[in-house]
């Protein structure tokens, strides 16, 4: 498979119908809101209960008397006071008054003229008035139309005696009074572990920032040291080239002070050769015999032999060698230079993220043993359930957001008018979740569409405009995929690709340990059925990434227990 996406024009979004959606809205309303997930965490099963009970109670303030505190008391309620709340009567079809009883049996709240049947009328006689209520239908059971007086344990809900005798029966049931008592104590105890754990989290950030400003110091003067040293190193090559140039220079000159050596003794020479030459022109001008072999013997007496010296110099071929030197010098240096540089930085490196890994632990009360095991069904997975979200700023403008940010599909060739964040993917038809994984298990699981889909998980790092293939999932050293071609499915990193002979499943489960350094890819079926797993030393906490390649491919996160 080559990390390439589909090579389609992109069209803006028309308004009104569009086509492969399935709600057809308009374009403006095709890329959800970004929502922080922290406004968005759902209500703990202590907070339910609690809420429930207080239904049960009935703990909003009705009058009884037909008037408000207020109108009573001729007072106001204090600002931190919740404020009071009339009931009216709902018979009443003009000028609501108010009410005098609620009936339990009619679910209605009645005024004194409107109830009168109530109490006149034998047929009523089984119906049950109580002093009027807010909200009637959340305090009485809807199948016996009695008041909620009992809350069941065992279901975590508000019942009648009726409920508690037939199909909550061999249940924990206990007044709702004493079950709020008891839930509101562990709601405080709940509260006092919040409030440590966000006392505790507040001074981890604040380690954090201190030893953020640290690295920031100790980097500088690292930097600064580093700087001087590769100063001194710049410098001990200046002075190697001066030697080196300076032994060049002293054989130039040598070898030009031996040219000009030879060059004058060759022009001495060239001066008496010539001398000799004029003798020798002179002598056949003598016409007595006597007199030319005479002076010839006496030009042969001083005739000196004019020997010409060799003009070859050798430094051309030094230079040669010279220059050989040099460069196979210089290569052996920068050979060792750079090699030893990396190789020891890369060791000292590889150290110290092992012993950070060690360092980071996580502050949870209840430590996990080294005898506990490992998952194998489903049920056991999902004890280590993620809720998770597609955070709308990371979406790539060919993917649109559904069902609450859960769902992710490819509407190539339209584009939707997404503001510039810098989160969001440019190139790669990638989103990423709000939501990180970090420290201890992990689980979640994902229903792929269509060949070309891929999910995994990756650094808060990677480049998000980069049209490089290290800006996908399947393309760096700080990601780890799984997804589906024409072919069969893959698992991807570092640009590496691993073939995977499974059958089909339409739900992918991702499982990983955190401290182990275990990422693996199930198929949800019947059984967990294992397609990759990749094995690694994690530094920094996992965000789940999704690559949607092709036209029409969909992922949906599935909710968990789903």
């Given at each position: 498979m080559e990390n390439?996406?589909?090579?389609?024009?992109?069209?803006?979004m028309p308004e009104g119908i569009q086509p492969g959606m399935e709600n057809h809205q308009e374009e403006t309303n095709l890329a959800p809101e970004s929502k922080d997930p922290k406004e968005e965490a759902t209500k703990s099963q202590e907070e339910e209960e609690e809420d429930q009970i207080d239904a049960c109670n009935g703990t909003t303030n009705a009058s009884t008397n037909g008037t408000t505190n207020a109108s009573t008391n001729g007072t106001t309620n204090s600002p931190t006071d919740p404020p009071t709340v009339e009931v009216t009567c709902d018979s009443c079809m003009e000028n609501p008054r108010p009410a005098s009883k609620s009936c339990l049996t009619c679910q209605v709240s009645y005024c004194e003229e409107h109830l009168?049947?109530?109490?006149?009328?034998?047929?009523?006689?089984?119906?049950?008035?109580?002093?009027?209520?807010l909200d009637m239908e959340l305090r009485t059971c809807p199948?016996?139309?009695?008041?909620?007086?009992?809350y069941c344990t065992t279901d975590s809900r508000c019942i009648c005696a009726s409920c508690g005798s037939e199909g909550h029966h061999g249940h924990s049931i206990v007044p709702i009074g004493e079950a709020r008592k008891q839930i509101e104590g562990d709601l405080q105890q709940k509260q006092k572990e919040m409030v440590k754990k966000l006392s505790a989290a507040e001074q981890a950030i604040t380690k954090l920032q201190g030893n953020t400003e640290s690295i920031e110091s100790s980097v500088t003067g690292v930097r600064a040291e580093i700087e001087q040293q590769f100063s001194d190193l710049q410098a001990a090559v200046e002075?190697?080239?001066k030697s080196t140039l300076d032994v060049l220079e002293g054989e130039y000159k040598q070898a030009l002070g031996q040219a000009e050596s030879i060059q004058a003794h060759i022009e001495q020479r060239i001066t008496e050769l010539k001398k000799t030459m004029a003798q020798v022109e002179r002598l056949p001008r003598k016409k007595n015999d006597v007199?030319?072999?005479?002076?010839?013997?006496?030009?042969?007496?001083?005739?000196?032999?004019?020997?010409?010296?060799?003009?070859?110099?050798?430094?051309?071929?030094?230079?040669?060698?010279?220059s050989r030197i040099v460069k196979e010098t210089t290569k052996n240096l920068c050979e060792q230079l750079t090699s030893t540089y990396s190789a020891q930085l890369k060791e000292l490196c590889e150290s110290e993220k092992l012993s950070i890994k060690t360092m980071v632990q996580p502050s949870s009360p209840t430590k996990r043993?080294?005898?506990?095991?490992?998952?194998?069904?489903?049920?056991?997975?999902?004890?280590?359930?993620?809720?998770?979200?597609?955070?709308?700023?990371?979406?790539?403008?060919?993917?649109?957001?559904?069902?609450?940010?859960?769902?992710?599909?490819?509407?190539?060739?339209w584009q939707h008018n997404y503001p510039?964040?810098?989160?969001?993917?440019?190139?790669?038809?990638?989103?990423?979740?709000?939501?990180?994984?970090?420290?201890g298990r992990h689980y979640f699981e994902v229903e792929l569409t269509g060949e070309g889909a891929y999910l995994g998980l990756t650094y808060k790092s990677i480049d998000r405009k980069g049209q490089e293939s290290s800006s996908c999932i399947t393309g760096n050293d700080f990601s780890w995929s799984f997804g589906r071609e024409s072919h069969g499915y893959s698992a991807w990193h570092c640009d590496a690709e691993t073939p995977v002979e499974v059958g089909e499943f339409s739900r992918i489960g991702?499982?990983?340990?955190?401290?182990?350094?275990?990422?693996?890819?199930y198929g949800v079926a019947d059984t967990m059925n294992l397609l990759h797993m990749f094995t690694t030393n994690y530094l920094e906490p996992l965000y789940p990434v999704f690559w949607l390649s092709k036209k029409d491919n969909k992922v949906v996160l599935v909710k968990p227990g789903d």
């Open positions: 390439t996406e589909e090579g389609i024009s992109p069209k803006k009168r049947p109530h109490l006149e009328n034998s047929k009523f006689q089984t119906h049950k008035l109580v002093e009027p209520q199948h016996h139309h009695l008041d909620l007086e009992l002075d190697a080239q007199d030319f072999l005479q002076e010839y013997t006496e030009w042969r007496k001083g005739l000196v032999d004019v020997c010409l010296p060799g003009v070859y110099i050798s430094l051309i071929d030094q230079l040669d060698t010279f043993q080294s005898s506990e095991q490992e998952p194998v069904t489903r049920e056991d997975f999902l004890k280590y359930a993620s809720n998770l979200t597609f955070n709308p700023d990371s979406t790539h403008k060919f993917l649109r957001l559904t069902e609450d940010n859960r769902k992710a599909s490819n509407t190539t060739p510039d964040t810098p989160d969001r993917f440019e190139h790669w038809r990638q989103v990423m979740t709000c939501e990180s994984l970090y420290l991702l499982y990983m340990d955190y401290e182990k350094g275990l990422l693996a890819f």
